[in-house]
């Protein structure tokens, strides 16, 4: 059974840094592609960075150049370096997986962790 579990996530002043962790489990960690999705209140969910397991990686326009998306296949984690917050960085965000392919699409995902709040105050 594949399992996703976040964390890291917590209050910060705008600015400011914080680094999620996304925990797998489940599946062959040498073919797979794990995205990092957030959602804030009122919106939708957006796909904001991926990561396959050949070491791609992919951002939205809206985080490239403040987010680094990174794993480590020994720990079976994928990381989320979060870097120059804006308070409209608050949302849930979650990780997600799929196999082979990144996509930054919320249906394209098979399975989801439960999220983990990162709280960006001005």
């Known amino acids: 059974e594949v399992q996703l579990v976040e964390s890291g996530g917590g209050l910060v002043q705008t600015g400011g840094s914080l680094r999620l962790s996304c925990a797998a489990s489940?599946?062959?960690?040498?073919?797979?592609?794990i995205g990092w999705f957030r959602q804030a209140p009122g919106k939708e969910r957006e796909g904001i960075s991926c990561?396959?397991?050949?070491?791609?990686?992919y951002y939205a326009d809206s985080v490239k150049g403040r987010f680094t998306i990174s794993s480590d296949n020994t720990e079976n984690t994928v990381y989320l370096q979060m870097n120059s917050l804006k308070p409209e960085d608050t949302a849930v965000y979650y990780c997600?997986?799929?196999?082979?392919?990144?996509?930054?699409?919320?249906?394209?995902?098979?399975?989801w962790g439960k999220g983990t709040q990162v709280t960006v105050s001005s």
């Open positions: 997600a997986q799929r196999s082979k392919i990144c996509s930054l699409v919320v249906g394209a995902m098979d399975y």
């Open positions: 489940g599946f062959t960690f040498d073919d797979y592609a």
């Open positions: 990561i396959r397991s050949e070491g791609d990686t």
